[in-house]
T-cell receptor, first 112, second 113 residues
Framework: GENVEQHPSTLSVQEGDSAVIKCTYS??????FPWYKQELGKGPQLIID?????GEKKDQRIAVTLNKTAKHFSLHITETQPEDSAVYFC???????????FGTGTRLTIIP | KAGVTQTPRYLIKTRGQQVTLSCSPI?????VSWYQQTPGQGLQFLFE???????NKGNFPGRFSGRQFSNSRSEMNVSTLELGDSALYLC????????????FGPGTRLTVL
């Protein structure tokens, strides 16, 4: 089955700096890669996703890149703000009929 | 559109009891997936229901079961509760499109004493 590894497990950055979280996946059939943000006491919230037919996607301060050859994808957050502090999860899925496999999460802390 | 709702939000049970959690998906979504989240194990997939049929199943014992109704609402049941079942139980619903983007509810926090 699919295995998703996520690094780092914790990340602290100064407010205004950039943060990068990386994930690798094992199943070459995976074609969908969402990222979720989970704040304390809440369920995970989808923040961005990418399909295997594109290499990069941006939404304001958030971007995701995908390297299918190397089977890894990354989340980039620029100009970080205190409200970006949360746990971030990457995930991968090989088609809508398959289960979504999650990484182990990254606790991001923005230092004011 | 209203988001995914889960009831109850908090639950305290004792070992050996059973519990039923409920999930109402986003209107129009026919797939509901359940996850267990614990600090040590992260997000673990329990099962997925689509059109009242279990489509995928994770590696959990038979004490964990679920079902889906014709209106796509879903319930999960845990029988003979153990201390290790204490966790946040999340459900997520998705449309039946090609990529099946999942949207999560707020979760039910289960504490087993």
């Amino acid at each position: 089955g699919e295995n998703v590894e996520q690094h780092p497990s914790t990340l602290s950055v100064q407010e205004g700096d950039s943060a990068v979280i990386k994930c690798t996946y094992s199943d070459s059939a995976s074609n969908y890669f969402p990222w979720y943000k989970q704040e304390l006491g809440k369920g995970p919230q989808l923040i961005i996703d990418i399909r295997s037919n594109v290499g990069e996607k941006k939404d304001q301060r958030i971007a995701v890149t995908l390297n299918k050859t190397a089977k890894h994808f990354s989340l980039h957050i620029t100009e970080t703000q205190p409200e970006d502090s949360a746990v971030y999860f990457c995930a991968a899925r090989a088609g809508s009929r398959e289960k979504l496999t999650f990484g182990t999460g990254t606790r991001l802390t923005i230092i004011p | 559109k209203a988001g995914v709702t889960q009831t109850p939000r908090y639950l305290i049970k004792t070992r050996g009891q059973q519990v039923t959690l409920s999930c109402s998906p986003i209107s129009g979504h026919r797939s509901v997936s359940w996850y267990q989240q614990t600090p040590g194990q992260g997000l673990q997939f329990l099962f997925e229901y689509f059109s009242e049929t279990q489509r995928n199943k994770g590696n959990f014992p038979g004490r964990f079961s679920g079902r889906q109704f014709s209106n796509s609402r879903s319930e999960m049941n845990v029988s003979t509760l153990e201390l290790g079942d204490s966790a946040l139980y999340l459900c997520a619903s998705s449309w039946t499109g090609e990529y099946g983007t999942q949207y999560f509810g707020p979760g039910t926090r289960l504490t087993v004493l």
